[in-house]
């Protein structure tokens, strides 16, 4: 049987690496395990079981799965999505690369390897050079201590026309991909020199904490302020968020991504213990990234400083972010695991204003508290609208009356999707304006609903290093195709017989048993390939399942050929075993974490994981009871 990618992703990455780039896991017997990333819990009940390569939620989940279906639900992506991602981690291509292609893999990796040595070069020169003095007493008037230096890997640019060029051709790396990199300009009558000089160096990373560009800070009176790398193959200013890779962490633990403007906001911030901030590298927030904050958490908020707060352009800035929170539909998943299409805001997005003349930096400086109570204090967008564009109206003047209303029911119509939501604000116009509320639901009625291009979903998520970037197995096994099971058996009966679909979860129903979901499959492939027939799809024109169907009909095509009754029938067995071993498998889980809570003296979480072992046992017996009475096979 031929190999497949899935197969070769799986043989390359350990599921204790996978999962353990987002959750803390601890050993335990034969297996791992820590709190749920799915849920909040204090009691560890989230299992990862090395041998067999799966996991599984013993809380309030009560799913589990493989890589492909924890990266699906960790990243919120379907399963091409998780397919890619696992793929990029285990170094699997999953199509075959053009020569374009693979020029630009080339190039890109050229470029990451002279970032990083230029990374290196800037930081060894903060630390050990004398012509830094001037960037060490900046950092410690700014109060930034050695700590918080290393681990943003702060640096210092030499004030010369080709210190950095200079050093690292001496290490052999090449002046064009020094260019390409952005680290050195081409000057007119030929040769290169440094983009950066004289300038605190802020490497610029992305959320798997590969440097990928820099900012650089005048230390003197010299323009621009602030100068950033160009647009590269791996930097682009507008879809980056300054300090995501030390704060994805806490983002995904506290719920709230804190965005603010400077790298030095960022940095401060962290070092005062708010590490869910970052910055968006001192532009006005974009939708890409909005949509890359979504990967981490529900809510956004966006601190402003008191002199923009109600300008042009940051009304502009947030209209523009708006359209990456707008509703989307999503494959989300439900009770029992089972994905279902939902309407779901990507973010929430929330504004908080600091005090006139105060940027985060002075602020966490002066009183930390208020900055913690400023951020749980945000404001929804449309609530922001509501001070911020009526500002400059006389609200006692029926022309201030007309105008707050001109600006603020479009904000009503297009920030909100939620009738309950819409009816408060109208209400809230109505307060602050005095005009009676039927007339401003009359004409909100007579507005139309604007047309809003959603935009691309948002970019997939890398999973975060935690000492090191996540390792491959170190000793990668043979790759041989897998053993089919159970699981396979059943969707090769599905695939030859589509129309079988509705008759098994009716014969299901008639037996008391819930219908046939994705929580029965343990394999991410499987799961797609089942919810793709569940849907009526074609799955061979799906590039990502049609390798997997293929095989599947290939190997239950040497079986006898089942059909209507007999095919119905067989396919119930199938089911009561797939959930009976599923079953027997928790079970042998669960005495493990009921010996180990009683060791430990929690007598609460042995006492949960009793009762659930019950419920499991009692299952097993009734899945046993079912499976003989099911007629002759």
Not at 125 to 146: C, F, I, M, N, T
Not at 208 to 222: P, V
Not at 444 to 450: D, E, H, Q, S, V
Not at 543 to 564: D, F, K, Q, V
Request: one cysteine or more; proline letters at 5%.
């Amino acid at each position: 049987m031929r190999m497949s990618v899935v197969d070769e992703i799986k043989a390359r990455l350990d599921i204790v690496d996978v999962v353990g780039s987002y959750v803390q896991l601890k050993k335990a017997g034969r297996t791992f395990k820590g709190l749920c990333p799915f849920h909040s819990e204090k009691t560890p009940s989230f299992i990862v079981n090395p041998e067999r390569q799966t996991w599984h939620c013993f809380g309030a989940c009560g799913t589990g799965g493989d890589i492909f279906s924890f990266t699906q639900r960790a990243e919120n992506v379907d399963f091409p999505g998780a397919l890619r991602l696992l793929a990029d981690r285990a170094g699997v291509e999953v199509t075959p690369r053009t020569p374009t292609a693979q020029a630009e893999d080339d190039a890109r990796t050229r470029q990451y390897a002279v970032n990083n040595a230029a990374a290196q070069f800037f930081n060894s020169q903060l630390a050990h050079s004398p012509a830094a003095a001037g960037a060490r007493a900046y950092l410690e008037k700014r109060q930034v201590d050695a700590a918080t230096c290393e681990r943003f890997g702060l640096g210092y640019a030499p004030d010369s026309w080709d210190g950095l060029l200079t050093a690292l051709t001496a290490r052999n790396y090449r002046v064009d991909d020094l260019a390409a990199a952005g680290l050195v300009v081409e000057r007119e009558g030929g040769g290169y020199y440094d983009r950066f000089r004289g300038r605190l160096i802020f490497p610029i990373r992305d959320e798997r904490g590969q440097t990928i560009g820099f900012g650089g800070r005048t230390l003197g009176d010299g323009l621009p302020k602030y100068l950033n790398s160009p647009q590269t193959l791996l930097f682009d200013k507008g879809a980056l968020l300054y300090g995501l890779d030390l704060a994805r962490e806490t983002i995904r633990r506290v719920g709230t991504v804190v965005v603010v403007e400077g790298y030095m906001d960022v940095v401060s911030l962290h070092q005062r213990g708010f590490q869910n901030v970052v910055a968006s590298l001192g532009t006005a927030l974009t939708e890409a990234q909005v949509s890359l904050a979504a990967r981490y958490a529900p809510q956004l908020v966006l601190a402003l400083d008191a002199d923009s707060a109600g300008n042009a352009a940051t009304l502009r800035g947030l209209q523009v972010a708006a359209r990456a929170v707008a509703t989307q539909k999503r494959r989300m998943p439900g009770p029992g695991g089972r994905l279902n299409t939902v309407e779901k805001r990507a973010i929430e997005l929330r504004i908080t204003v600091l005090p006139a003349g105060l940027d985060p930096d002075d602020l966490v400086k002066q009183n930390p508290a208020e900055w913690e109570r400023r951020v749980a204090a945000s404001k929804p967008v449309p609530e922001y609208y509501f001070s911020a564009l009526v500002s400059d109206l006389d609200l006692n003047t029926s022309t201030g009356k007309e105008e707050a209303a001109e600006r603020l029911l479009p904000v009503i119509r297009d920030e909100l999707d939620s009738p309950v939501e819409q009816g408060h604000y109208l209400q809230w116009l109505a307060r602050l304006t005095r005009v009676d509320e039927r007339q401003l639901t009359q004409r909100f009625r007579t507005l139309g609903r604007r047309s809003v291009d959603h935009g691309a979903s948002p970019p997939p998520m890398r999973p975060a290093p935690r000492s090191e970037e996540p390792r491959a197995r170190e000793t990668a096994p043979e790759v041989k195709p897998r053993q089919f099971g159970l699981e396979e058996v059943l969707l090769g009966w599905l695939i030859r017989e589509p129309s079988t679909m509705g008759a098994l979860q009716s014969a299901l129903a008639e037996r008391g048993l819930v219908e046939l979901t994705t929580a029965d499959f343990t394999a991410g492939d499987n799961q797609a390939l089942f919810e793709a027939l569940a849907e009526g799809r074609d799955v061979s024109a799906d590039a990502t399942l049609s390798g997997h169907a293929s095989a599947i009909a290939e190997y239950t095509a040497r079986s006898p050929s089942l059909e209507g009754d007999q095919l119905v029938e067989n396919a119930v067995k199938v089911i009561l075993r797939m959930r009976r071993g599923r079953r027997q498998q928790e079970v042998e889980q669960l005495e493990f974490l009921i010996a180990e809570a009683r060791r430990d003296g929690d007598i609460i979480a042995a006492e949960r994981y009793e009762l659930r072992m019950k419920y499991l046992s009692t299952e097993v017996v009734r899945l046993m009871s079912a499976l003989y009475q099911t007629g002759p096979r």
